[in-house]
């Protein structure tokens, strides 16, 4: 009801705390008429000052001047009724004026023009600096591209004054202005106190984030360009004012290789279609975004992909396409026309015309959403391979000879064989038996079914290759065949050894050799690698403690191996058996010889000449450096594993878990930035290798290195994208995930949206059987719900985190939330708060003295302490500073309990005191006598940092 003025106020108050959107807009129509039905001049204005500033930030500008005039009228007429706040915002929104003029091309130049001039005149009737007349001079000048040199000079080297925009805006514009005349460098020196988080506003950074993607990629620096995404996109999100900013994110995803992601963020982002149309300018910088990746996917051959665009619209790429093209040309013809110049049209070709920046994707860490991949080009290997021999006997002769070495090349041969021999072609006298090469075939589809890991598949088709072979009079490559299929599913916990499979086919491969009835050695040395396998199955079940029977047959079988190996001229058959040597011991814990046996089998591998061998040896001996605790050793190690693996196109490789790996070893070497590349790799990879629990995993590790070099937002953007789709995620790693968002989103003072996941969260695991969980995310929802603002909600979480706490006690955190409430209640309510704030300590109180009772072992000295400086805060907030002080002094004395341990906090209670003390009651001579003494007991303690904040303080009050 809005039928009082104080209703009305309250009604206002109200609409300002809701987030800039259609909804609020609305309100502040609703509330400015109301305000008509009263003889308020000053209730008038709030509600007109309201509307303006909904119109402003909901795409709505070219509402906001009818408003102004309104405003400027008033202040013409009755200029008393200005207070010092409204005088300000007239004046300061004479500049929204001009933009919203600009920005809407049905106004004639001249009555922008006017407008400026109407800006300066009244400017210097008060006695302004006209610095921000000349920003729209120059605003325009860029705009239409006429005398922007001089305009950008007679702006840029006037002073500030107290109506130019914020410095980071300023700072936006200059920035701007140099990526226009192609000096990218310069550019971003100007962005940098933006960039980093120094010089911040309302629109700062997340404006200038979207503007300078293009330039870091552009310089190279794709780790700040990857982070100026991730918070940037999450800033402007969902926003309709952001139109232009998600158009410059949606050109990033075109241009980085992140198609995928940039048609999921036209789809969260497709009510800009009609909800940008109030700002033209934005619209067209959005739908320009639009039309470069959409022309990107079409020209990729996806024109017939599906695609969100606006309701009741196209629903593909090349339909969408044609109509935010045909949309776009129109609007800047509009402009161009109004402006007599082609600099927006020029603008626009200039953008779709920018090619790809990056040879291959940028890794950004997210996960994409369902629905939204778009089909990749396959990845060619670096390594270029020969021309297949046409004749089909010379094709499957180098087949077969590139599989006894494993070439990678083998495979792509064998696939020939097989569409040819589906083809029809015929079997020649040279090629053996048909069966033998029926037998070939299958045991590619073997290959191909482990890589897949469809080990019932790979099992069945090897049944059929021994089939096979027996038919063709080969029993020794048949017996061979029966080895490998005795280890289908090795890996599983309850599978075990059958010894007289592999017996039996050792004795009648060496026969055959031995007899001269084998086509070589090779059939030997499959079954010496199975049976080594299992051996090495066998003795790694059994770690730590292995068997002594288990450690012979391991020794026995992989020197059995290892030996024939050389003996036969199989280098890199040899080395496998040192692989299984190395990898068992440094499962042990014997990292030395493991290492050991890792750089014989890389030697051995690069003496046959076979480098496709080296990437899984290069990963193990990279693990072995990283557990001995030389993480830079395994950096260079799993490069050198990466860059073999993608030369020879292994795809078979565990490209995922060796980026992971990489992440981990820059980690724990202090590369931090590294990490952060080499997770947000892994992440993708194991997204695209199936690993679903896995990326949900590294994708929690990637947030963590996120938070530890300062990019919260980053790691939140990484948090939501892993919990989008999360089936056949393990239930507990997706609770810790939703926790690391809600602490991430808190830490952000989103305060709304982390309740939201500590209340999911806390649904889940309420059912668990470890209910410690339940209590601690019930705390923690409690303070951000209140922080919120959503009293009613924090107090029922607060007693059901009362609940939990009787079934799994977390005292110190729940007495912690009873005095973060009391605080935060006093913070909203006032003085009036502080009768239910001293309860809700003293709640707290109870809670310490039951553990104590229950004989719970904590340190109640800290507890105490925790609870007198939590009254002296509530009463200094409620203006009562005598009892503040008294509440000051007891938490010193409880801390003092502490002895070293509660020298931090007690430090922390002096200077609280010293502030009641001097500075509220006025006894500075005490409160700095207070504080000396305090600096001399943190120095002895060796807190230097705590003792420096004292010296600060003490300072401070002697210069009065």
């Known amino acids: 009801m809005t039928d009082t003025k104080d209703a009305l106020y309250q009604a206002l108050r109200d609409n300002d705390t809701e987030p800039h959107g259609r909804p609020r807009t609305v309100k502040a129509e609703e509330l400015a008429e109301a305000a008509e039905q009263f003889d308020d001049r000053e209730l008038l204005l709030l509600a007109l000052f309201d509307l303006m500033e909904a119109y402003e930030y909901d795409a709505e500008p070219r ?21 010092e706040w409204s005088r300000l915002q007239l004046f300061w929104r004479f500049k929204w004026v001009a933009s919203a003029l600009l920005s809407v091309p049905d106004v004639p ?70 990526v226009r005349h192609g000096d990218d460098a310069r550019a971003l020196e100007t962005w940098a106190p933006v960039l980093d988080g120094s010089d911040t506003c309302a629109e700062e950074p997340y404006t200038s984030q979207a503007d300078a993607l293009l330039p870091l ?47 999921e963020i036209l789809a969260e982002n497709r009510d800009l279609f009609a909800a940008a149309q109030g700002d033209p300018i934005s619209h067209l910088s959005f739908l320009t975004g639009v039309e470069l990746l959409l022309a990107r996917l079409a020209g990729q051959g996806h024109g017939e992909l599906a695609v969100s665009g606006p309701p009741g619209g196209p629903a593909t790429v090349a339909g969408l396409l044609e109509q935010v093209r045909a949309q776009a040309e129109e609007l800047a013809a509009r402009f161009d026309a109004r402006n007599g110049t082609d600099r927006v049209g ?74 040819r021999r589906d083809g029809g072609a015929p079997v020649p006298a040279e090629l053996g038996p048909e069966a033998r090469l029926l037998a070939d075939l299958a045991l590619q589809r073997a290959s191909d079914a482990f890589d897949r890991d469809e080990d019932d598949t790979a099992a069945a088709e090897l049944v059929l290759a021994q089939e096979q072979f027996e038919l063709a009079g080969y029993p020794d490559k048949a017996a061979a065949q029966r080895a490998r299929a005795a280890l289908v599913n090795f890996t599983d916990d309850d599978w075990t050894a059958d010894w007289a499979v592999l017996d039996e086919a050792l004795r009648i491969t060496e026969e055959a050799f031995a007899a001269g009835r084998a086509t070589g050695p090779e059939d030997v040395l499959v079954v010496r690698q199975c049976r080594a396998m299992a051996g090495y199955r066998g003795l790694v079940t059994e770690l730590p403690e292995p068997s002594a029977e288990a450690t012979t047959v391991f020794e026995r079988e992989v020197e059995a191996y290892r030996t024939q190996a050389l003996t036969h001229g199989y280098p890199h058959r040899a080395a496998t058996a040192l ?8 499962r042990a814990g014997q990292l030395e010889p493991a290492g050991a046996a890792a750089e014989e089998a890389l030697a051995l591998q690069e003496k046959a000449e076979a480098p496709w061998h080296t990437p899984r040896t290069l990963s193990l001996l990279s693990q072995l450096r990283f557990q001995a605790g030389a993480p830079a050793e395994a950096v260079p190690l799993l490069h050198r594993a990466l860059a073999e693996a993608n030369r020879w196109g292994d795809s078979g490789f565990p490209f995922g878990s060796t980026y992971a790996m990489l992440g981990h070893a820059y980690a724990h070497g202090g590369d931090h930035a590294g990490a952060v590349r080499a997770l947000s790799e892994a992440a993708a990879r194991l997204d ?87 209590t601690m995310v019930a705390c923690e929802a409690t303070v951000a719900l209140a922080e919120a603002g959503h009293w009613e909600a924090a107090a029922a979480a607060r007693e059901r985190a009362v609940a939990s706490h009787a079934k799994a006690p977390r005292t110190g955190q729940l007495a912690d939330t009873f005095q973060q409430f009391a605080r935060l209640t006093v913070s909203d309510r006032g003085p009036d708060g502080l009768p239910d704030a001293l309860a809700l300590l003293a709640e707290a109180d109870r809670i310490r003295e039951a553990a104590r009772e229950a004989g719970e072992e904590l340190d109640f000295w800290y507890l105490e302490g925790s609870a007198h ?20 002094e007891l938490s010193i004395a409880a801390y003092d309990r502490g002895a070293e341990r509660g020298e931090g906090s007690r430090a922390e209670s002096v200077r609280l005191a010293a502030i009641l003390e001097g500075g509220r009651l006025g006894r500075t001579e005490q409160a700095v006598a207070r504080l000396t003494a305090g600096i001399d007991r943190c120095t002895r303690a060796g807190l230097l940092e705590a003792a420096g904040i004292l010296a600060d303080l003490r300072e401070r009050m002697q210069e009065g």
């Not at 094709?395 to 090349?409: Q, S, W, Y």
């Open 217 to 263: 990629l552009r310089l190279g620096r794709t780790d700040q360009a990857r982070s100026a995404h991730l918070a940037g996109y999450r800033a402007a999100r969902g926003k309709s004012n952001a139109a232009s900013q998600i158009g410059l994110h949606l050109e990033f995803c075109a241009l980085s290789g992140n198609a995928a992601r940039g048609l």
């Open 688 to 774: 695209a290798e199936g690993e679903a629990t896995g990326a949900a995993e590294i994708r929690g590790q990637l947030a963590d290195q996120l938070r530890e070099t300062g990019r919260p937002a980053d790691a939140v953007a990484v948090l939501e994208s892993a919990l989008l789709e999360t089936e056949g995620v393990d239930e507990r790693l997706v609770a810790q995930l939703r926790l690391d968002l809600a602490r991430g989103l808190y830490a952000l003072d989103e305060n709304r949206e982390a309740a939201e996941e500590y209340l999911k969260l806390a649904d889940v695991v309420a059912g668990w059987e470890d209910q410690d969980i339940h």
């Open 346 to 419: 020029s603008w626009r070709r200039e953008r779709l015309e920018r090619q790809p920046l990056l040879a291959e994707p940028l890794a950004l860490g997210l996960r994409a959403k369902q629905g939204a991949a778009v089909p990749a080009a396959p990845v060619a290997p670096a390594q270029p391979a020969e021309p297949a021999p046409e004749d089909f006997t010379e094709l499957v002769l180098r087949a077969r000879k590139l599989r006894l070495t494993a070439h990678p090349e083998a495979d792509r041969l064998w696939q020939l064989v097989a569409e």
């Open 109 to 178: 130049l001249a009555a922008i023009e006017r407008w400026h001039g109407e800006m300066r005149d009244r400017y210097r009737t008060e006695g302004l600096g006209l610095q921000p007349y000349y920003a729209q001079r120059f605003h325009l000048a860029a705009h239409t591209g006429t005398g922007e040199p001089d305009a950008y000079d007679l702006w840029a080297g006037r002073p500030r004054t107290r109506y130019s925009d914020c410095h980071a805006c300023e700072l936006r514009a200059q920035a701007r202005h140099h």
């Open 869 to 888: 400086d939590s009254r002296a805060r509530v009463y200094a907030m409620a203006e009562q500073f005598e009892e503040a002080l008294a509440e000051a």
């Open 579 to 586: 692989m299984y040597r190395a990898d068992a011991l440094g």
């Open 63 to 83: 509402k906001a001047p009818v408003i102004f005039a309104r405003i400027l009228k008033l202040w013409d007429q009755h200029p008393d009724d200005f207070n």
